[in-house]
């Protein structure tokens, strides 16, 4: 089975700009969670999708919002970037919500400068 | 609120030893703790799942030890080489939501 998919890998936008993040995941799997990594806080949750439905946010502003596709496809968008987004982001998928093994892609850069 | 910790937040060793990475958390009412693996710039590799019914699960080279009375989980990692060169995260998944709530890692560097 393919592993899980996102795109772009590397993004370089400035600050007041929107961004949106792709992630595919691996066949079958329906539960999608996307998460933001930086050097100062870690690994920090941001959203998850189940059915096309966000199940469990994070604490991270309005200016983060997803959605999830019939296919289980899922994006996430950045708006009003700040020079703080700038991070990994990345997307998990699983069979199903809660409990079971997550899996991750290679993640987006993005840069905000 | 969960919190996860990971100590040492760095190793050096040298090719061919053990160690042991250890990780805890506060709240032991969790689903499952999972061990990560992390090369610079890239996303991040499953390498054990332990379920919270479980005491430990082993792959390979790798065991991992899970014990949720104390909140404390340690992954062993035999014949150490310098592949195994990366960051390890330790996270879990508790209640009714199935986000994971990660530690800061620890990076072990091995040394030829």
């Known amino acids: 089975k393919a592993g899980v998919t996102q795109t772009p890998r590397y993004l370089i936008k400035t600050r007041g700009q929107q961004v949106t993040l792709s992630c595919s995941p691996i066949?079958?799997?329906?539960?999608v969670s996307w998460y933001q990594q930086t050097p100062g806080q870690g690994l920090q949750f941001l959203f998850e999708?189940?059915?096309?439905?966000?199940?469990n946010k994070g604490n991270f502003p309005g200016r983060f919002s997803g959605r999830q596709f019939s296919n289980s496809r899922s994006e996430m968008n950045v708006s009003t970037l700040e020079l703080g987004d700038s991070a990994l982001y990345l997307c998990?998928?699983?069979?199903?919500?809660?409990?079971?093994?997550?899996?991750f892609g290679p993640g987006t850069r993005l840069t905000v400068l | 609120k969960q919190e996860v910790t990971q100590i040492p937040a760095a190793l050096s060793v040298p090719e061919g030893e053990n160690l042991v990475l250890n990780c805890s958390f506060t709240?032991?009412?969790?689903?499952?703790l999972q061990w990560f693996r992390q090369d610079p710039g890239k996303g991040l590799t499953s390498l054990l799942l332990?379920?919270?019914?479980?005491r430990e699960q082993t792959s390979g080279r790798l065991n991992a030890s899970l014990d949720k009375s104390s909140g404390r989980s340690t992954l062993y990692i035999a014949a150490s080489q310098p592949g195994d060169s990366a960051t390890y995260l330790c996270?879990?998944?508790?209640?009714?939501?199935?986000?994971?709530?990660f530690g800061k890692g620890t990076k072990l560097s091995v040394k030829p």
């Open positions: 332990i379920q919270s019914s479980q």
């Open positions: 999708y189940f059915s096309e439905t966000q199940r």
């Open positions: 996270a879990v998944s508790g209640g009714s939501q199935g986000n994971l709530i």
């Open positions: 998990a998928s699983s069979q199903t919500t809660a409990g079971v093994a997550q899996y």
């Open positions: 709240d032991s009412a969790i689903y499952n």
């Open positions: 066949s079958g799997h329906r539960s």
